[in-house]
Each structure stands twice: as structure tokens, then as C-alpha cells.
């Protein structure tokens, strides 16, 4: 039997996500908080699509705590979909099986407001979304479900999310489902913060030879020091220079001499002058070209993990 449900939405929500909750749950009421959002193909207003179906809206604003308190004691679940307003630990508390919140990242990553934009930004390689159960703190709490996506060179917030929001929509049944079946998913608990220096080693060799070069020099050894990959492998990079040629070639290994490697990047080249291994010890440059037999013009960097 559908589990009872009490949905928290912003202002504009993408369609899949409250198709999914309406057919996998009795939604007992919905509850909007937030700015006005700009509309978008894809987003509707929670609403105007709880009112087609005749379940009762109601605006955070108007509301008091002891009255969301109760309406939320009187559902088996609460579902959290962009909403606008950081929910009382009392009302989190308050719903049989709990709340559970979709979020556009990879928790732990990019906790807080604006995660897929800010994935962007940073020029991730794939981005996440999250169903969680909610505890006190902003997107903390164990992870019940998560979906990868890739990133495309195309891509912009709008296509992306657009992308995203639908995989949220499966996460969103196969949650509705289980609780229907009585069954709990199983839940990963997340670390109680996240490092921000150790989420920024990560070397993206779209950026350009300058912002890497950057990082490089910030964390040198002894610090954490940047992080690339070679086949899947590990490598910590220490000390590096610019080179302006104009190349634009991210991660293509252009030139192996005794003095460097020079990397193809986003804006320019970067020759790498000092790369350590997992232990932090110095691995000579020859001796990390034959290891791996780069072959230049067609070997590459991978991005850091």
C-alpha cells in the first residue's frame, strides 16, 4: 500500500519529480517555500499541480511551526524537493519513516545552495544526485540512493538538470516503492564534513595551465599536493611551470624531455617538472615515462579523483 507523504517544494519544480511522488505515494498536502524561480519547459508549479489532483497547498510563510509539526506527524513520509526553507529538526523528526531530500550533487560533495551550477563551474566530469534521509545541518544526513550523470562539452545548467531532476524522478520511486513493500533501503552514512582543501586537489586539465599551475604551487610538498591520474593510477604533481603556446589540448601529454612533461590544458601547456607517488617520494620524470610508456601525442593525464 502507498505510504502517506507530505511534500516540501520551492516554487518551480521539475515535473518527473512531482510525477514520481503523486504516483508512488498519497500526498497528504505540499508545502512551498522560496524565491520565485524563472520558468523553464520542464518546471511546473507544485501548486497549480497539487490543486489538479485536489490536495491542499500550502505556503511556508503562513504557516506556524506546531502546524507544520502536525501535518508532518501525520504522514508516513516527508519528501523535500528544492525547498526553500531549512526544515525544524522537530518537524524532520516528526514523520514515520522520517524526510527524505533529493539533491543535485554527489553528496558529500557540493553541500548547500546552487550544487549542480557550482559542479559546473568547477568543470567536473560528472555530476550526482542524492536522496538522503534529512537530519539536522544543511544536506547531511545518510545517503539512501545516488545517480551519476556525465557531463557533456554541450551542456549547460539548464540541459543538465534537466537531465538530472529525471534520474532524481527514479530515485524518488524506488524509494516510494520500497517503503510501499515496507521495506528500508539501505543507507550510507556520510562523513560529518568535508574537507574543502582536500575537495580542490583534484587537478581538471580543461582549466587553464594558469589556474593549475596555481593549485600546484598552493599545495606543494610537503602540503597534499594536486592529484591527476594515469591509467587509473594515482600521481601527485609538485612543482610545475607555464608554458604559453596557445595549445589547447586538456591532459594530452605533448613532450617528454629530460627537464619536464609538457601537458596539453584548457588555455596553454604546463610542463611538469616534479611528480611524487603514493608514498610522496620524488619519482624521476624518465623513470614515470618508461614505467607507463607514455608515448607523447597520444598518452594522457586523467582528471584527479
Known amino acids: 500500500m502507498a505510504v502517506s507523504c507530505l511534500c516540501f517544494a520551492s516554487r518551480l519544480i ?8 503523486f504516483a508512488h505515494a498519497q500526498v497528504s498536502s505540499v508545502v512551498v517555500a522560496g524565491p ?20 491542499p497547498v500550502l505556503d511556508a510563510q503562513d504557516e506556524t511551526q506546531q502546524h507544520m509539526e502536525q501535518l508532518a506527524s501525520q504522514a508516513d513520509v516527508g519528501i523535500s524537493l528544492g525547498y526553500g526553507k531549512v526544515l525544524p529538526s522537530a518537524v524532520i523528526a516528526a514523520p514515520r519513516l522520517g524526510v ?21 563551474m568547477d568543470g567536473q566530469d560528472t555530476i550526482g544526485i542524492t536522496l538522503h534521509r534529512m537530519e539536522k545541518g544543511v544536506d547531511t544526513g545518510p545517503i539512501v540512493f545516488q545517480h551519476r550523470e556525465a557531463v557533456r562539452a554541450e551542456d549547460t545548467i539548464i540541459t543538465l538538470s534537466d537531465r538530472l531532476y529525471r534520474q532524481g524522478a527514479l530515485l524518488l520511486e524506488r524509494l516510494l516503492a520500497n517503503l510501499a513493500k515496507g521495506r528500508v533501503p539501505e543507507e550510507v552514512v556520510q562523513p560529518a564534513s568535508v574537507d574543502a582543501l582536500e575537495a580542490r586537489r583534484a587537478i581538471h586539465w580543461r582549466d587553464s595551465a594558469w589556474r593549475i599551475h596555481n593549485l600546484v604551487r598552493a599545495l606543494t610538498y610537503p602540503w597534499p599536493m594536486a592529484t591527476t591520474s594515469f591509467e587509473g593510477k594515482p600521481v601527485f604533481i609538485s612543482r610545475t611551470r607555464i608554458i604559453k603556446d596557445g595549445t589547447i589540448e586538456p591532459g594530452l601529454i605533448l613532450e617528454v624531455s629530460g627537464s619536464g612533461i609538457r601537458v596539453g590544458t584548457g588555455g596553454d601547456s604546463i610542463e611538469v617538472l616534479e611528480l611524487r607517488d603514493e608514498r610522496r617520494e620524488i619519482v624521476p620524470l624518465s623513470e614515470f615515462a618508461t614505467r607507463f610508456q607514455i608515448v607523447a601525442g597520444t598518452s594522457c593525464f586523467g582528471d584527479g579523483a
Open 14 to 21: 521539475h515535473k518527473v519529480c512531482l510525477d514520481a511522488v
Open 36 to 55: 520565485a524561480l524563472t520558468p523553464l519547459p520542464f518546471l511546473v508549479n507544485p501548486s497549480e499541480y497539487a490543486e489538479k489532483f485536489g490536495v
Open 100 to 120: 527524505f531530500n533529493l539533491h543535485p550533487s554527489a553528496l558529500p560533495q557540493y553541500r548547500g545552495k546552487h550544487p549542480d551550477l557550482l559542479a559546473i
